[in-house]
């Protein structure tokens, strides 16, 4: 079994930052991709940022510059530093795993807003 669960959203005004984490447990082995997806109100999930292959990291373009993912292999965990939060990044973020099968946390919410 394996359990994904993300910490660190809030209520924050634009231009603020939060720091979201993502730990994986139970049995963990050969991760291939870890990373996040958001889904706003009302729309549908799209990728935020991850790893692929090892250490390959991906942005989507609406974050890049202002997002930043990490990961401390030895916990398992992925990090995604949001800077210059806007309101069109309020959704509810969730962490994914990938090691054969897919496995997805239960979300966090991120609202900016002022």
């Known amino acids: 079994q394996v359990r994904v669960v993300e910490s660190g959203g809030g209520l924050v005004q634009p231009g603020e930052s939060l720091r979201l984490s993502c730990a994986a447990s139970?049995?963990?082995?050969?991760?291939?991709?870890m990373g996040w997806y958001r889904q706003p109100p009302e729309k549908e999930r799209e990728f935020v940022a991850g790893?692929?292959?090892?250490?390959?990291?991906k942005y989507a373009d609406s974050v890049a510059g202002r997002f930043t993912i990490s990961r401390d292999n030895a916990k398992n965990t992925v990090y995604l530093q949001m800077n210059s939060l806007q309101p069109e990044d309020t959704a509810v973020y969730y962490c994914?795993?990938?090691?054969?099968?897919?496995?997805w946390g239960q979300g966090t919410q991120v609202t900016v807003s002022s």
């Open positions: 994914m795993v990938k090691m054969g099968y897919t496995y």
């Open positions: 139970g049995r963990i082995s050969n991760i291939d991709t």
């Open positions: 790893f692929t292959g090892g250490r390959i990291t």
